[in-house]
């Protein structure tokens, strides 16, 4: 079992940037591929952008490309997601999940466990 608690959501303006972070604690941490989801009123969850169990591989959804970036570090049992540039429509609830001996997971159904979520709105 792991669990998982988000932080670091809030309002801001267009063109602001917020960093949110993840923190696990429960299993081996380095055990997990992880993610980020985020899920807007009304619209379905959908995949964010993923990190391996090392750190070393990441991707990301074609939305975020380029103004956000997802990162761990093992050491602190935390994974991040440094968002910048944000836009009105990068409003939701962002969700941290992890994926047991995962590798570069982009669907919701390949993770194990799910963070309870932080709103990030961004106004414009």
């Known amino acids: 079992q792991v669990q998982l608690v988000e932080s670091g959501g809030g309002l801001v303006q267009a063109g602001d940037s917020l960093r949110l972070s993840c923190a696990a604690s429960?299993?081996?941490?380095?055990?997990?591929?992880m993610g980020w989801f985020r899920q807007a009123p009304g619209k379905e969850r959908e995949f964010v952008a993923t990190i391996n169990r090392g750190g070393g591989r990441t991707a990301y959804a074609d939305s975020v490309k380029g103004r956000f970036t997802i990162s761990r570090d093992n050491a602190k049992n935390t994974m991040y997601l440094q968002m910048n540039s944000l836009k009105p429509e990068d409003t939701a609830v962002y969700y941290c999940?992890?994926?047991?001996?995962?590798?570069?997971?982009?669907?919701?159904?390949?993770?194990?466990?799910w963070g309870q979520g932080t709103q990030v709105t961004v106004s414009s």
């Open positions: 999940a992890a994926d047991y001996l995962g590798l570069l997971p982009m669907v919701s159904r390949e993770y194990d466990f």
């Open positions: 429960g299993r081996t941490f380095s055990d997990y591929a």
